[in-house]
Nanobody, 121 residues
């Protein structure tokens, strides 16, 4: 089985920083795309950033220049460094990973449990 465990959320003042982590464990052959999504109350889940296995990144316009996605393939872990946080960044942040596993080397999509980020003074 595979698990994704997120950590690093919390309460921060506007302008502050947080670093989210997403650690994958279990029977893993490799991890392709890692993505971070967020969902605020009453809103749809939206893509924040994603990173390919080779390190190519894509960011939502709303976070460009403030958030940085990265990964450590040796640790099967993805990260989201969030700087210059704004109140509108408050949401539950979810990690998603496309993981190759099993004898047939099939790709499956996994989600973390979510971590709350609250930006408030």
């Amino acid at each position: 089985q595979v698990q994704l465990v997120e950590s690093g959320g919390g309460l921060v003042q506007p302008g502050g920083s947080l670093r989210l982590s997403c650690a994958a464990s279990g029977s893993i052959f490799s991890i392709n795309v890692i993505s971070w999504y967020r969902q605020a109350p009453g809103k749809q889940r939206e893509l924040v950033a994603r990173i390919s296995s080779g390190g190519t990144t894509n960011d939502a316009d709303s976070v460009k220049g403030r958030f940085t996605i990265s990964r450590d393939n040796a640790k099967n872990t993805g990260y989201l460094q969030m700087n210059s946080l704004k109140p509108e960044d408050s949401a539950v942040y979810y990690c998603n990973a496309n993981i190759v596993r099993g004898e047939l080397r099939l790709e499956y999509s996994y989600w973390g449990q979510g971590t709350q980020v609250t930006v408030s003074s």
